[in-house]
């Protein structure tokens, strides 16, 4: 691959993470998944599965399947673990906080799920 073409590949991948973070942070959990899904189905990148994961967890939240979203946000945490502070962009640590604290709100607060608050992940993008 040439030094121009791993360059477009790195701003398609920075474009498509910021548009994810877009719309997660919108509350848009489901169209946010669909940003990355087709690119992980390619790329099989963890990182990015993680991404999903976090994004379907919040999905099920909007369901109302606590349970699911706590599943989800258990598996969001272990795929980021392998990452921590590795992924350019990205405060990998502070995002792994964020999923602590949102595991921890939901435990201690079942029955109000739905209030559960996702991460604000433009707060976690790094320029």
């Known amino acids: 691959m040439s030094a121009g073409t791993e360059a477009d ?7 498509a ?20 899904e087709a690119r992980w189905l390619i790329t099989r990148d963890p990182f990015q599965r993680a991404l ?19 599943r989800q946000l258990a598996k969001a945490r272990r795929y980021l673990a392998d990452h921590e502070g590795q992924h350019p962009g990205v405060d990998v640590h502070g995002l792994i906080a964020e999923l602590h604290r949102c595991w921890a709100q939901l435990e201690q607060h079942p029955d109000a ?15």
């Open 9 to 15: 590949a790195q701003r398609l991948d920075e474009a």
């Open 17 to 36: 993470l910021r548009r994810f973070v877009e719309l997660f942070d919108g509350g848009q959990f489901f169209a946010s998944h669909e940003v990355l």
């Open 52 to 70: 999903i994961i976090l994004a379907s967890a919040f999905v099920q939240r909007d369901r109302g399947n606590m349970r699911g979203c706590m």
């Open 113 to 127: 799920a739905a209030q559960a608050r996702p991460p604000v992940l433009g707060s976690l993008l790094r320029d």
